[in-house]
């Protein structure tokens, strides 16, 4: 089973704050998706990634993939409220293209 | 904007009992997909539909677990006897599919499932 290593597992910081969380595997990956998940609700597609080095942003969200494709990692600058939640990582493979989980980093963000 | 519909969103149950969820995908959507998530974790695949056809059912507990989407649209997983463990978030999702393309999948609000 290739296991997808999530750190923090939780992680409170004040309105403004940057943060970093990390996904993390032994094994080599030809993609990885980000999703937020909101209390109550199920996982939202934020980012798929692809190519080693690779870095995207959405707004304040910073995405990156290893050069080696083997960890990721997401950044947020100036965090609000609104980014609370569930922050998961997830590969996709096998013929069915099976989602594998992380166990998610649980960020709160105070007022 | 088109969404996986899921119902009830909490259930609370006896062990012992038996129990059944709902999942509407988006129109369209040929890919079925039912996760458990326990708290604490990420979510867990149990069983993937190709249309009314099962593709993946391989982390299913089939002495107590079924699934069905009989008419290749909406879709049914039930538990009976359910047990104490049993107990989390029931997700469905829904996909396009194509050959050799893998498309978002898109996830509904989850049963929240308590077995007392």
């Known amino acids: 089973t290739q296991l997808l290593e999530q750190s923090p597992q939780f992680l409170s910081i004040q309105e403004g704050e940057n943060l970093t969380v990390y996904c993390n595997s032994s094994?080599?990956?030809?993609?990885l998706q980000w999703y937020r998940q909101e209390p109550g609700e199920g996982p939202v597609l934020l980012v798929t990634v692809v190519t080693g080095g690779e870095v995207k942003k959405l707004k304040r969200l910073t995405f990156q993939f290893g050069d080696a494709r083997k960890d990721s990692s997401l950044h947020i600058t100036a965090a609000q409220p609104g980014d609370t939640g569930l922050y998961l990582c997830?590969?996709?493979?096998?013929?069915?293209?099976?989602?594998?989980f992380g166990k998610g980093t649980l960020l709160t963000v105070n007022p | 904007e088109a969404e996986v519909a899921q119902s009830p969103r909490y259930k609370i149950t006896e062990k012992s009992q038996a129990v059944a969820f709902w999942c509407d995908p988006i129109s369209g959507h040929a890919t079925l997909y039912w996760y458990r998530q326990i708290l604490g974790q990420g979510p867990e695949l149990l069983v993937q539909?190709?249309?009314?056809?099962?593709?993946?059912d391989s982390q299913l507990p089939k002495d107590r677990f079924s699934a069905e989407r009989l008419k290749g649209v909406d879709s049914t997983l039930k538990i009976q006897p359910a047990e104490l463990g049993d107990s989390a978030m029931y997700l469905c999702?829904?996909?396009?599919?194509?050959?050799?393309?893998?498309?978002?999948?898109?996830f509904g609000p989850g049963t929240r499932l308590t077995v007392t």
């Open positions: 999702a829904s996909s396009l599919t194509g050959t050799g393309v893998s498309y978002e999948q898109y």
């Open positions: 539909f190709q249309d009314e056809s099962v593709v993946d």
């Open positions: 094994s080599v990956f030809s993609s």
């Open positions: 997830a590969r996709q493979g096998g013929s069915n293209y099976k989602l594998t």
